[in-house]
């Protein structure tokens, strides 16, 4: 079936640092690739999307590319900040069958 | 809008009782979805309503799970002779639209602790 899997954390970083965030997926057609983020005390809210092979997802500075040789969608952002401190879910719907990453939990000090 | 409410939000009951929880979608939202998230794990999909219609329940964790949403607004999940197992946060997600490409939006959840 379809799953997904992405870098464990939690992952720490100071500000103004590169993030990366890894995810790879595995899925038996063509599905919408998604990263999710949870910030403390709130809900999961969608950040960035991209439905097809080659898109690129944006938003807040976050980017990920929809990988389809290597299977993968990595979240990247090119200077975090302290507000960006966050768990981040990558996810993929096919079908309407989502399925989500265990999540990664960033935390960026000042 | 006020988007996506669940209730209650916190819920403790003891093994063997039976427990439902609410969503409140998005007004004008016909599609609505079914979570659990258990520490340190990503959401796992329930189920799924398109207005009315349950168009998957397979992934119901097991027949003492239901969920209804009788006139295609709001949605109860209901599990019944509730399980230490069962205690985690049950998430509701609602989107607009045919296309898994739309984007949903989650409500804040209702913890279940089983004792």
């Known amino acids: 079936g379809n799953s997904v899997t992405q870098m464990e954390g939690p992952v720490t970083l100071s500000e103004e640092a590169f993030l990366t965030i890894n995810c790879t997926y595995t899925a038996t057609g063509y599905p919408s690739l998604f990263w999710y983020v949870q910030y403390p005390g709130e809900g999961l809210q969608l950040l960035l999307k991209?439905?097809?092979?080659?898109d690129k997802g944006s938003n807040k500075g976050f980017e990920a590319t929809y990988r389809k040789e290597t299977t993968s969608f990595h979240l990247e952002k090119g200077s975090v900040q302290v507000s960006d401190s966050a768990v981040y879910f990558c996810a993929l719907s096919e079908n309407n069958d989502m399925r989500f990453g265990a999540g990664t939990r960033l935390t960026v000090k000042p | 809008d006020t988007g996506v409410s669940q209730n209650p939000r916190h819920k403790i009951t003891k093994r063997g009782q039976n427990v439902t929880f609410r969503c409140d979608p998005i007004s004008e939202h016909n599609r609505l979805y079914w979570y659990r998230q258990t520490l340190g794990q990503g959401p796992e999909f329930l189920t799924y309503f398109q207005n009315e219609a349950q168009l998957e329940k397979s992934r119901l964790l097991s027949d003492r799970f239901s969920a209804e949403r009788p006139k295609g607004s709001f949605s109860t999940l209901e599990i019944q002779r509730t399980e230490q197992g069962d205690s985690a946060m049950y998430l509701c997600?609602?989107?607009?639209?045919?296309?898994?490409?739309?984007?949903?939006?989650f409500g804040p959840g209702t913890r279940l602790t089983v004792t």
């Open positions: 997600a609602s989107a607009q639209g045919r296309s898994a490409s739309y984007e949903q939006y």
């Open positions: 991209a439905t097809k092979a080659d």
